[in-house]
């Protein structure tokens, strides 16, 4: 069990922050490549109010796309990101460090295996939301002839959100706000007190009930329930964004009213600080240990008599733990075409590839990987 922990672990890679030309002359399809280098590493990591005065909230317009991670949503409502919801691996790794105190390897993780998963490496472009004019095919329509974005099904997108519907029976996109009123329920009984009232601060206890129901719930009503490796990280890790990064840092609180802010309104709250110091892997990954030790699921999905079956394994050595079969997974998933390109096309998929594998992989599955997943995915 305690393989888990080391999910976000091994994260301490130094990578160069040399300066590089943005652009090169490297066109297909009609597409510029744009090399993605390493962001340098913010000096100033404390306290601080989010957001200051040059990112006020403005509703997004028509044509800006948003989707279903609530942190994302409110990074482009306050302009972290630009607020058409199209950004760079660059602008996500700076922003989620500046707004949240990410710590820089880990949101550079988490930004690589999605723009490999669901954006578009050439151009250096991915969509917060859905399929966007603004991000192209890859060249050669690698994987598919659109890039689907964070909200395309199957990458962390996945069953059991905690406010969106599982993708087979609803809206797996937008706030549902009955589903969030449910997991509130859960903070009724177990939360504790705080400035807001009574059980109206958020707390490991709850967010371990609201997770088990949301899966629970979904396992009972979705005939298509899967719960994948990369679900899996992803859901445990998302809950524990509650605790560890959208507290008021001031007070380590994450009282109703926060997580409201961000969950329905997607918007920083009034008088908000980010956490103190840089929220790294490791105090993600203890939050996700106590979820992954308290609620009895496995990798696995609904077999025809919607009974929950486990998954067959990887193969060796990435069926030794659930952190190597993360590792293969999210590989797995990545279009196979990616490893085959040149120029800054393959620069691109192998600096994304390399970051996901220092952060992910480890004994006995710690050998480099690139996107071997199905064309179409
Ligand atoms: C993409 O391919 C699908 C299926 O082959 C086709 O129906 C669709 O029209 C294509 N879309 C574009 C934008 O080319
Ligand atoms: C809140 O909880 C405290 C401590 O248990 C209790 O004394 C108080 O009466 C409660 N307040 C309300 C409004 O229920
Ligand atoms: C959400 O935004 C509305 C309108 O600005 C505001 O009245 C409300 O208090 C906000 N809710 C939260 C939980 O921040
Ligand atoms: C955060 O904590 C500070 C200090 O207690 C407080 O002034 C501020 O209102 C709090 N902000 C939120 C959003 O709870
Ligand atoms: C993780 O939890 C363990 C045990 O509670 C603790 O010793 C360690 O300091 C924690 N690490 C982080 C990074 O929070
Ligand atoms: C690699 O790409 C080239 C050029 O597009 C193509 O001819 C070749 O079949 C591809 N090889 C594999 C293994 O996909």
Known sequence: MRSFHLLFVLLHVAFSTAASTPTSKEVRDGQT??????????????????????????????????GPC????????HGYIPRNGIATFEEITLAMAEAYNLEINFGAFLVA?????RGNPFVNKISIGGVSPLVPPLPGNIGSNVTGGLAKHGGFEG????????????????????????DLLYLGKFGDNGPDGNNTVFNIPTII???QHNIQMNQAADPEFHFTPTRFAAAFTEISFFLDIFANGTTKQSSISTIGSFLRNQSFPQNWHRAAAPVTGDMLANTSLALYEAIPIFVGHNDAQGNFVPDTPPPAPFDANPQCGFYYDLFANMPGGLA???GVFKKNVDFLSSIVSASVSGPP???????FGPPDN
């Not at 590493?41 to 403005?58: E, N």
């Not at 609530?70 to 409502?77: D, E, H, Q, R, S």
């Open 340 to 342: 085959n390109t040149t």
């Open 365 to 371: 599955c710690d050998q480099p990987l690139l996107p």
């Open 33 to 66: 490549a744009t090399l993605i280098t390493f962001p340098t590493q913010p000096t100033d990591t404390g306290l601080k109010q989010i957001p200051d005065a040059a990112h006020p909230f403005i509703a997004p317009g028509p044509n800006d796309q948003r």
């Open 159 to 182: 069953d059991a959100s905690i406010t969106r519907a599982d993708v087979h029976i609803g809206d797996n996109r937008n706030f549902q706000d009955i589903l969030y009123d449910l």
């Open 70 to 77: 609530p942190g994302m949503n409110t990074l482009a409502n």
């Open 209 to 211: 009930a609201i997770k």
């Open 113 to 117: 295996a999605n723009m490999l998963l």
